[in-house]
C-alpha cells in the first residue's frame, strides 16, 4: 500500500465475555484455549470489511486467526444484541441490529454500527479495517450511556 493510500482503521471497543459473550467459553474449549487467550488473539487481529449485508451495517470480516476460528451453532438465537461481536467458521462480525443469528456470541460493543436518522447510517464501510479494543463492563456501561443505548 502506497503512503497516498491511507488504509482506514475503526477501532471498536468490546467488553467480551460474560452477559456480553456467552460464547466465549465455548469459543475457547473448542479452541483448546483460555477465554482470556481467546481475547488476546481476536483484539490482536486486524479485520478487513470484506462485505457489508445480513442486516444493515453488518460487516463480515476477514483475517481471522484460525487459532479461534469456531463453527456457527447447531441452532440460531431468535434474538441477538445489537453491537454483539461474533464469530462463525473463519469470519468474525458485529450484530448492527438486533436480529437472530447463529454465530458464536464473544463480546459486544455499545457502538452503533447502524443509525437510520444519520446521512450516512452505516458506520463502517467496504475496504475499510477494524480493530477490537478489549473493555471492562464499566467502561461498557459509560459508553452505552454516552451514545444513548
Same mark, same amino acid.
Given at each position: ?11 471498536? %471497543?468490546?467488553?467480551? =465475555? ?7 467459553? !465455548?469459543? /475457547?474449549?473448542?479452541?483448546?484455549? #483460555? ?9 490482536? =487481529?486486524?479485520? +478487513?470489511? @470484506?462485505?457489508?449485508?445480513? /442486516? ?5 470480516? =476477514?483475517? +481471522?486467526?484460525?487459532? !479461534?476460528?469456531? %463453527? ?9 444484541? /445489537?453491537? #454483539?461481536?461474533?464469530? /462463525?467458521?473463519?469470519? #468474525? ?11 458464536? +456470541?464473544? =463480546?459486544?460493543?455499545?457502538?452503533? +454500527?447502524?443509525? %437510520?436518522?444519520?446521512?450516512?447510517? #452505516? ?6 479495517? !477494524?480493530?477490537?479494543? %478489549?473493555?471492562?463492563?464499566?467502561? @461498557? ?9
Amino acid at each position: 500500500m502506497s503512503q497516498e493510500q491511507k488504509q482506514e482503521i475503526v477501532e471498536i %471497543p468490546v467488553c467480551y =465475555g460474560g452477559k456480553f459473550g456467552p460464547d466465549l467459553e !465455548i469459543v /475457547a474449549k473448542h479452541n483448546q484455549l #483460555t477465554p482470556d487467550e481467546v481475547i488476546t488473539i481476536h483484539s490482536e =487481529g486486524l479485520y +478487513l470489511i @470484506y462485505m457489508i449485508g445480513f /442486516a444493515p451495517g453488518f460487516p463480515y470480516l =476477514g483475517g +481471522l486467526s484460525d487459532k !479461534i476460528a469456531t %463453527p456457527r451453532r447447531e441452532s440460531p438465537r431468535f434474538k441477538i444484541p /445489537a453491537g #454483539t461481536v461474533g464469530i /462463525a467458521g473463519d469470519q #468474525t462480525g458485529v450484530y448492527p441490529i438486533e436480529t437472530p443469528g447463529g454465530w458464536q +456470541l464473544i =463480546g459486544r460493543t455499545p457502538v452503533k +454500527l447502524f443509525n %437510520p436518522k444519520h446521512s450516512s447510517p #452505516t458506520l463502517l464501510k467496504t475496504g475499510s479495517y !477494524i480493530r477490537f479494543i %478489549p473493555i471492562p463492563p464499566k467502561e @461498557y456501561e459509560q459508553l452505552s450511556m454516552e451514545v444513548g443505548n
